[in-house]
Each structure stands twice: as C-alpha cells, then as structure tokens.
C-alpha cells in the first residue's frame, strides 16, 4: 500500500514562493503519474501540475511559467516548486499519484489518481 505525504504549505503574500513536497512510501512502482491538485472554497478539485514517471510534465495554464517541479528519486519525493503566487492561488493542494506504466504525459484530471495525500494549505495574500 503506498502512502503520500505532502509538506511545504503556508501563508505568503502575493508575489511569494513556496515549495510543497510529497513523499512516497510503501510499494510503489517505477512507472506513474504523480502530481498536485487543488481545492479552493467552494470549489472542484483542480489538476495543477503533474508528471509522469518518463519525465514528461503539464500545467495548468494558470500556472504555467511559475511552478516547477523537481524530483529527488533516492528519497522517493517530488517537490512543486511555486514563484509568484497569487491569491487564486489560494487552496488546499493535495498530491496524488497513480501507479502504473505510462507512455506519454499524464492527465490533469483527478479521476485516474488513485492514491492521495492527506493535503497542505496554501495562503496567498494580497
């Protein structure tokens, strides 16, 4: 059973960077598809960022240019890195990830994730 646990959120004011981490433990797989999702108040969850084990990764386009990923493979965790925020940036973020083999890019769409997080806060100000 694998297991996500997330990390890094906080309060900032708008123009700020945080970094969220998600690590994975338990019995994962060298293949997946793995990322950050968001829910604002009153709100759908929403695809922010994610990546696939083959390395391909997409955006929203409302974050597009001002997060990044980066992985650190020896300790199983991915990092979201996030420059510039803005108040709608304002949320919940949850990592999630799907284990299986992937060719190609991963969706933004929560319905393949199977595994979650359990969340972290993120608050931008104005």
């Known amino acids: 059973q694998v297991q996500l646990v997330e990390s890094g959120g906080g309060s900032v004011q708008a123009g700020g960077s945080l970094r969220l981490s998600c690590a994975a433990s338990g019995n994962t797989y060298r293949g997946y598809c793995m990322g950050w999702f968001r829910q604002a108040p009153a709100k759908e969850r929403e695809g922010v960022a994610v990546?696939?084990?083959?390395?391909?990764?997409t955006f929203a386009n409302s974050v597009k240019g001002r997060f990044t990923f980066t992985k650190d493979n020896a300790k199983n965790t991915l990092y979201l890195e996030m420059n510039s925020l803005k108040p709608e940036d304002t949320g919940m973020y949850y990592c999630?990830?799907?284990?299986?083999?992937?060719?190609?890019?991963?969706?933004?769409?929560?319905?393949?994730?199977?595994?979650w997080g359990q969340g972290t806060q993120v608050t931008v100000s104005s």
């Open positions: 999630a990830a799907v284990f299986l083999r992937v060719s190609g890019s991963c969706p933004l769409g929560t319905d393949l994730y199977n595994v």
């Open positions: 990546i696939s084990s083959g390395g391909p990764a």
